[in-house]
T-cell receptor, first 117, second 112 residues
Framework: AQKVTQAQTEISVVEKEDVTLDCVYE???????LFWYKQPPSGELVFLIR??????QNEISGRYSWNFQKSTSSFNFTITASQVVDSAVYFC??????????????FGAGTRLAVHP | NAGVTQTPKFRVLKTGQSMTLLCAQD?????MYWYRQDPGMGLRLIHY???????AKGEVPDGYNVSRLKKQNFLLGLESAAPSQTSVYFC???????????FGQGTRLTVV
């Protein structure tokens, strides 16, 4: 069963539109961590945010905001007033116990965002 | 500060050939990882290391081997490449459990 679901494969918006990227996760752990990463066309993965399961406060960083709701197992990402430079693939990830006391990141399949001028 | 550096960035192999991908980090991180990225599948963990001299299998370890002889380096080896190993490979490191991982720029490997 998929642990991290990003149902939106591709989203296309026009510059200055707001856009929300959905992330739904599945875990039986009470303590876990959620992440968002950005992968621009250049290919590297850039860390955006980490949230632990005990902190349900929404976070805002400039044009970016995140809505974490444990009741719906969702960790959605909103870009306000999108810009062309926001065009990238965005990955949501869940950290869960693996083996040997290690936690591994489980990535969603990613959402490709295209922002057009 | 270079962060995480992968070598090479591109490579084409013939089926059955071997190669080693090198990952180097200069952040003194304990944890290092190798992932592969395939279309529509996100990133999947191949192997990981929780410290110098230690390695462990991830989700998709078959066909790969790794070594962590020095804390800053994590090597991924393909002994006999297969077309199914055509992928983009990412190395990452993190300071400790559940902290953000820093990724290299990726290695695009094609096996023909």
């Amino acid at each position: 069963a998929q642990k991290v679901t990003q149902a939106q494969t591709e989203i296309s918006v026009v510059e200055k539109e707001d856009v929300t990227l959905d992330c739904v996760y599945e875990t039986r752990d009470t303590t876990y961590y959620l992440f968002w990463y950005k992968q621009p066309p250049s290919g590297e993965l850039v860390f955006l945010i980490r949230r632990n399961s005990f902190d349900e406060q929404n976070e805002i960083s400039g044009r970016y905001s995140w809505n974490f709701q444990k009741s719906t197992s969702s960790f959605n990402f909103t870009i306000t007033a999108s810009q062309v430079v926001d065009s990238a693939v965005y990955f949501c990830a869940l950290s869960e116990p693996f083996s040997g006391g290690y936690n591994k990141l489980i990535f969603g399949a990613g959402t490709r965002l295209a922002v057009h001028p | 500060n270079a962060g995480v550096t992968q070598t090479p960035k591109f490579r084409v192999l013939k089926t059955g050939q071997s190669m080693t991908l090198l990952c180097a980090q200069d952040m003194n991180h304990e944890y290092m990882y190798w992932y592969r990225q395939d279309p529509g599948m996100g990133l999947r963990l191949i192997h990981y290391s929780v410290g110098e001299g230690t390695t462990a299998k991830g989700e998709v370890p078959d066909g790969y081997n790794v070594s962590r002889l020095k804390k800053q380096n994590f090597l991924l080896g393909l002994e006999s490449a297969a077309p199914s190993q055509t992928s983009v490979y990412f190395c990452a490191s993190s300071y400790k459990l559940n902290t953000e991982a820093f990724f290299g720029q990726g290695t695009r490997l094609t096996v023909v």
